[in-house]
């Protein structure tokens, strides 16, 4: 049974083997300024595309170009009978903020697919006015299926609605002040930020960006308008623009710099006529405040303050990302990097410049590479930066190194909080993010009796908000009533920290079960610690995914499973972090149910066994790292099998004793935390000299620790208090 699954080679899926290198045009195009920037021409050269032929686009860059901004065949299809639209109508479809999908419950061989359409809302900040959600609560009762989706990226989603009600239902949608512009395609996706509402200057001006940036990157054809409104006018504007000045968001989106930022004249000024060459996501937050997991991003953008909350700038990550392809080596997660501090006026010429790079050198030819984590990747932190500094004003002076901040935490702001003016928040847990039945009922009442203000979070849940301290009896009276009322202190800490895409049954890229099992799959891990010995007070960050496209950022996750095959067999990831800096890697690979149980019960056997005082289960992973964790697991496999555990537990006397000794027989992963700034440079620096990383870091220190300067720096210290002995390494 133990060898019915495989331990998984780390470096199959982590290492960074880089992608096919990008054509440097857009489409043939040349960008406003009319030449080519310092920038795209030492790209040029150090890509050989000067002389190479471009490589043939991918389907998607035609269909494109094709439409017209967006806006054929879709159009024409929209007025005929059938219940689909064609593969390049529903490419197109997305940029309007739905994807075509089929109930795989209700597939008949030789019947026609049941198809239904998702609608997704563009909501920046995750707000929504309790108006606004008495829209979609209607429209998701009498067109879809009668619940409401959470997502990871702070909106909602509804489904199940069929194709002759999808005019209508978009048309209603706008005409009540929201919009599904930018909830999809390859274009900026919803502006995710902390959902905290809290009103100091910090957390008001994290609003204020995410919705700016939400409009300078919207798209500005007129196609949503002409298929869904006839051409008309929507009859209320979108509810997030009266916070900002949209004249100021026009004036910034236009502006030619003269480096090549924007198409002048044209309908779309950043996208072009073939807007991004893949989907596009930033978060905004606060120092700290990792709510958003903020290297998941394409761009994270953290607001700095000084004490008297006085704006000083902005830190900048770029190159996040989570979506990879099973088999395919040169697809992976990757963490953001820190691109360095701009001070406040020069957010926005940065953020252009950052869109267009990406706009202009993604990959347009191989989707799968086609995110900007991917440029960043192969050309490296420092030479995407100096790519990002062609495109701005003054060769990117404002360009400066990355500021220090406090160390990040995760925080979903579950219970009753106070929002510093008296009034208070409510957050409130959603199951895997499905709105649905007695919570679905609550919420409507909670809506129609205090209208409260609404903010959707990151990790699927919602916020109640602007509520009076007399009206707390009435929410939780409310909840009572429809028996969905729980105590956050009452909640197991294992189902607070789960998070779950929807997958089956609608999903047309789901290869297993999710959201629908994930309840059932946090019962038996529950059950499984409790037989290994784990008091039910602890608990781990758990994501499950029903493909490896990482909609649910299962590779942050401390324990994730991600669908390798039909009938619910998954893959196995360990080691993200409780603060979400840090990747997981896969463990094992195609595990079945069974399989699982028996895995998960020698890990958590592992950890009660060697774990360090309140070390989670995640960092427990990766300071014994894979070898380690295999090791364990088989021996104790066989144990079970045989009727004797003696293997397993003389392993983890071994690994005590050689922890103790400083003899690697079970191999182990020292580590060293650095910050984030120094170790991107140190891997430039590997990089450029074409060696691993820790063989650079080990060089250097011991190079230093050698040294006299190290001996004068620390005054006597390091020689007393390090033994080199050869064997330390930094992964």
Not at 9 to 18: G, M, N, V
Not at 180 to 189: P, Y
Not at 579 to 589: E, G, Y
């Amino acid at each position: 049974m133990w060898a019915a699954f495989v331990f998984l080679p780390t470096s199959r899926f982590l290492q960074r083997a880089s992608p096919p290198c990008p054509s440097s045009n857009l489409c043939g195009r040349q960008r406003s300024a009319g030449r080519v920037s310092a920038g795209t021409a030492s790209l040029r050269a150090q890509e050989g595309t000067t002389n190479t032929p471009p490589r043939k686009l991918s389907p998607v860059e035609g269909i494109k170009e094709r439409s017209n901004q967006l806006r054929y065949p879709l159009i024409d299809e929209l007025r005929n009978d059938e219940i689909f639209v064609s593969g390049d109508a529903g490419q197109i479809l997305k940029f309007h903020g739905t994807y075509q999908q089929d109930d795989r419950d209700q597939r008949t061989k030789g019947e026609q697919k049941k198809y239904q359409f998702m609608l997704r809302l563009k909501m920046p900040a995750g707000e929504l006015p309790a108006s606004f959600y008495r829209v979609l609560d209607d429209l998701s009762e009498q067109y879809g299926n009668s619940t409401l989706r959470a997502t990871t990226r702070s909106t909602f989603q509804i489904h199940g609605v069929l194709k002759g009600n999808l005019k209508h239902v978009m048309a209603t949608i706008m005409n009540a002040g929201g919009s599904t512009a930018g909830a999809c395609g390859d274009i900026n996706r919803n502006v995710i930020t902390t959902p905290a509402p809290y009103q100091s200057p910090p957390y008001q001006h994290v609003r204020f960006i995410a919705k700016m940036l939400a409009e300078v990157f919207a798209p500005q054809t007129g196609a949503l308008c002409e298929a869904w409104l006839d051409g008309e006018k929507a009859a209320s504007i979108e509810y997030w623009k009266r916070d900002i000045d949209m004249d100021e968001v026009k004036r910034i989106r236009e502006h030619d710099n003269g480096r090549g930022q924007v198409f002048s004249g044209k309908e779309e000024p950043i996208y072009g006529e073939t807007y991004l060459p893949r989907k596009f996501k930033m978060a905004v937050t606060v120092p700290g405040d990792n709510s958003v997991d903020i290297f998941t991003n394409d761009i994270g953008i953290v607001v700095l303050m000084d004490d008297n909350y006085v704006l000083q700038g902005y830190n900048i990550l770029v190159g996040g990302g989570m979506g990879r392809t099973h088999n395919k080596e040169a697809t992976f997660p990757r963490l953001a990097d820190p691109l360095g501090f701009v001070p406040p006026d020069s957010l926005f010429d940065t953020i252009k410049a950052i869109v267009a790079a990406q706009r202009d050198h993604g990959d347009r030819q191989v989707r799968t590479n086609a995110r900007m984590k991917y440029l960043v990747h192969r050309l490296g932190i420092d030479g995407f930066r100096d790519l990002v500094r062609s495109y701005m004003t003054d060769n990117g002076a404002a360009l400066q190194p990355w500021r220090p901040i406090p160390a990040w935490e995760h925080r979903d702001y579950l219970g009753w909080h106070e929002d510093g003016t008296g009034k208070l928040f409510y957050g409130l847990l959603i199951d895997n993010g499905r709105v649905r039945g007695p919570l679905k009922k609550a919420l409507r009442q909670i809506v129609d009796e205090i209208s409260p203000g609404m903010i959707m979070t990151p990790h699927q849940n919602l916020l109640l908000t602007n509520i009076m301290p007399e009206q707390r009896q009435v929410v939780e009276g409310i909840l009572a009533q429809h028996q969905v009322y729980r105590d956050v202190r009452h909640i197991d800490q294992l189902v607070r920290k789960a998070m779950a895409c929807p997958a089956l049954p609608l999903c047309p890229l789901a290869i297993t079960e999710a959201e629908r099992v994930m309840p059932q799959y946090l019962e038996r891990i529950r059950e499984i610690l409790g037989k290994a010995g784990i008091a039910p007070s602890e608990s781990f960050f758990t994501r499950m995914t029903g493909c490896p496209n990482g909609c649910s950022r299962p590779y942050m996750a401390e324990l994730a499973l991600v669908g390798s095959g039909p009938n619910e067999v998954y893959q196995l990831w360990l080691g993200g972090s409780p603060n979400q800096t840090r990747l997981a890697w896969p463990f094992a690979d195609r595990l079945s149910l069974n399989e699982l149980d028996r895995v998960l019960e020698a890990l958590f056997v592992f950890w009660r066994q060697e774990r360090r005082p309140a070390e989670a289960f995640g960092d427990f992973c990766d300071r014994i790292g894979k070898n380690g964790l295999e090791q364990f697991v088989s021996q104790y496999g066989e144990g079970h099998a045989n009727g004797d555990t003696s293997k397993a537990r003389a392993s983890t006397s071994r690994l005590s004793k050689s922890t103790a000794n400083n003899e690697e027989k079970v191999p182990l992963r020292p580590r060293v935390s650095l910050r984030p700034a120094v170790h991107a440079r140190l891997r430039t620096m590997a990089a450029r000299a074409g060696v691993p990383l820790k063989v650079l870091v080990d060089e250097i220190l011991t190079k230093f620790i050698a040294s006299p300067e190290s001996e004068k720096m620390f005054g006597g210290r390091i020689s007393s208090a390090i033994k080199t002995d050869g064997n330390t390494a930094m992964d």
